[in-house]
């Protein structure tokens, strides 16, 4: 994993919100500070309302960082990510990040990355395919939802879907998907599995990656008011390495950890 070194709080400006299901948007923001700095995997907090409601920022993942600019993949499930999805292009809020730790970079041995998601941990994939594309790696994504509505595949290419009720791809989980392709796509030469998405979900990815000798990153989801370590709303326990567990804040030490962390 790598760390960020460079942190702002910029003034950034909405040049454009589109729609990509009925409850989730891709915000792009003009902050060249921010996009400059940002790695896969990394993290904004954003301040959705010049006022003090909401009081906390918001946390995103950097969906994707160029030309000066960032995208946020924001689905509505509260009044600050409703707020968000509703201001106004032109309108200027402040952003802090690039916040957090990111995902490897591709330079190791690897041939192929799979990258899996669920639900809003899509969300950094398509910033982390780009990085592998530019590596010369190749990239799969797969992709898993409660149903074909739920699926969310922005700007993401090689996509193979599973959903729980079976409306699309493979009938059960994401890992059931992995499960039901990774003979085939190791074949083609070394791996390394890339995830994020609901806890339950990665748990499962990274026992599945322990069980069948498989690298594996993930970012974890969880409330991050401050982006520093000061709320300590974003703990999670992790694997202690030399035995027994841990507490790490995902702000400081994550999102981004070894899949064989995950308890």
Not at 33 to 61: H, W
Not at 118 to 144: D, V
Not at 151 to 160: A, E, G, P, Y
């Amino acid at each position: 994993m790598h760390e960020t070194s460079t942190i702002a709080d910029s003034r950034a400006t909405i040049t454009t919100s589109r729609r990509i299901s009925p409850d989730t948007s891709v915000i792009t923001l003009a902050c060249p500070e921010i996009a400059g700095a940002a790695r896969p995997g990394n993290f904004v907090n954003v301040r959705v309302s010049s006022s003090t409601q909401p009081l906390l920022r918001r946390p995103f993942s950097i969906h994707n960082a160029e030309n000066g600019q960032i995208e946020l993949m924001v689905k509505e499930i509260g009044c600050g990510t409703e707020l968000f999805c509703r201001t106004e292009p032109g309108t200027e809020l402040m952003v802090l990040g690039p916040l957090g730790n990111s995902f490897s970079e591709p330079s190791g041995t690897f041939s192929t990355a799979v990258l899996v998601s669920g639900g809003i941990g899509t969300a950094p994939m398509r910033f982390l395919e780009k990085a592998m594309t530019a590596a010369g790696k190749k990239s799969i994504n797969l992709i898993g939802g409660r149903s074909q509505k739920e699926l969310l595949s922005d700007n993401l290419s090689n996509c193979r879907f599973s959903t729980d009720d079976g409306s699309c791809g493979v009938k059960g989980t994401v890992v059931d998907l992995l499960d039901a392709e990774i003979s085939a796509i190791a074949a083609e030469g070394r791996v390394k599995i890339f995830g994020c998405g609901p806890t339950p979900m990665l748990k499962a990815l990274a026992s599945y990656c322990r069980q069948h000798s498989l690298a594996c990153e993930v970012s974890l989801e969880s409330v991050m008011g401050c982006g520093f370590g000061i709320c300590y709303g974003c703990s999670v326990e992790i694997a202690n390495p030399e035995g027994g567990t841990r507490t790490i804040l995902l702000c400081r030490e994550g999102p981004v950890i070894d899949g064989a962390l995950m308890v």
